[in-house]
């Protein structure tokens, strides 16, 4: 089943932050952040297991609640390079080892 | 980090026709390979499981007498789009998940091949 991103959309002026949040209907495992620029394939950005796990890289980071069944992406100080459609990706016990569920995805604009 | 590439990049195709679509894990060995389509402004659908050496699993809705998937060796996975038509126009992406990364199971896309099909 298919998690839910929130927002769908977000238009920044370069410089503020954003949060993109993922949430799914079942257990999770693990939750896969992806960056994607238009006509390119999905870059990744971060893996997040369970067990409250939290990590970021620069100004971008990421928390896990798997008790909520829910992640929570942070970008900080946000570049113009930030802009594209950023996905979760969701690894539940019954799906460990195969395919991830990808959300519908959270179009991010940052202007100058 | 872990390279895929996808050839063409992109083809225009007459309906009717057959594409082949190349993935191939660069430098390092996938057991499992994944195909996505991904039409505009939406997310990555999965179409199979391509695993080496065995069948490809198909996702629900997913023809695989249309969608041919091959997957000879553990570097190299191939998609051929039989009797194409312009509804199978779309962008497909490929993924391979980097054998024995535990717990991590990451996937490593490739850039994508943008089929056109007039």
């Known amino acids: 089943q298919q998690p839910v991103q929130s927002p769908q959309a977000v238009i920044l002026r370069e410089g503020e932050d954003a949060v993109i949040n993922c949430s799914s209907s079942?257990?999770?495992?693990?939750v896969h952040w992806y960056r994607q620029k238009h006509g390119e394939a999905p870059v990744f950005l971060m893996i997040?297991?369970?067990?409250?796990e939290q990590k970021g890289h620069e100004k971008i980071s990421a928390s896990f609640n798997e008790k909520k069944q829910q992640s929570s992406l942070y970008l900080t100080a946000s570049q113009l390079s930030y802009s594209g459609t950023y996905f979760c990706g969701t690894e539940s016990p019954d799906n460990y080892g195969q395919n991830f569920v990808f959300g519908p995805g959270t179009r991010l604009s940052v202007l100058p | 980090g872990a390279v895929v590439s996808q050839h063409p990049s992109w083809v225009i195709c007459k309906s009717g026709t057959s594409v082949k679509i190349e993935c191939r894990s660069l430098?390092?060995?996938?057991?499992?390979m994944f195909w996505y389509r991904q039409f505009p402004k939406q997310s990555l659908m999965l179409m199979a499981t391509?695993?080496?050496?065995?069948?490809?699993?198909?996702e629900q809705g997913v023809e695989k007498d249309k969608f041919l998937i091959n997957h000879a060796s553990l570097t190299l996975s191939t998609l051929t789009v039989t009797s194409a038509h312009p509804e199978d126009s779309s962008f497909y992406i490929c993924?391979?998940?980097?054998?024995?990364?535990?717990?991590?199971?990451?996937?490593?896309f490739g850039p994508g091949t943008r089929l056109t099909v007039l």
């Open positions: 391509s695993n080496e050496g065995s069948k490809a699993t198909y």
């Open positions: 997040l297991l369970k067990g409250g």
């Open positions: 993924s391979a998940r980097l054998a024995g990364l535990y717990p991590y199971n990451e996937q490593f």
């Open positions: 430098d390092f060995q996938a057991t499992t």
């Open positions: 079942k257990a999770l495992y693990s």
